[in-house]
């Protein structure tokens, strides 16, 4: 049974980085689609990345340009690096395992599994 760790969170100022990791175990994440979603308090939960097993990366436009997705299969790991953080995205940030090998989306009904979550807090 796959099992997915998030690491990373934290409080920092408007316009800091933060570098969040996803470590799986139970199983390789390397032939899935691996994705991040986010849920500030008191609303529904928000895509904010996927990335594909062949390496192609999707955002919304809220987050695009200021975060990346990235993998390390070889450490089965799952990494969202976010830079220029805004007071809006404080919240806990999820990875999740796609249902799908060969199709990602920004659901998260297609997603099988998922992290407990790490909080990120941004002031501004």
């Known amino acids: 049974q796959v099992q997915l760790v998030e690491s990373g969170g934290g409080s920092v100022q408007a316009g800091g980085s933060l570098r969040l990791s996803c470590a799986a175990s139970g199983s390789t994440i390397g032939t899935y689609c691996m994705g991040w979603f986010r849920q500030a308090a008191g609303k529904q939960r928000e895509w904010v990345s996927y990335i594909t097993s062949g390496g192609t990366t999707n955002y919304p436009d809220s987050v695009k340009g200021r975060f990346t997705i990235s993998r390390e299969n070889a450490k089965n790991t799952l990494y969202l690096q976010m830079n220029s953080l805004k007071p809006e995205d404080t919240g806990t940030y999820y990875c999740?395992?796609?249902?799908?090998?060969?199709?990602?989306?920004?659901?998260?009904?297609?997603?099988?599994?998922w992290g407990q979550g790490t909080q990120v807090a941004v002031s501004a």
């Open positions: 999740a395992i796609g249902e799908s090998r060969s199709f990602c989306s920004g659901r998260a009904a297609d997603y099988a599994v």
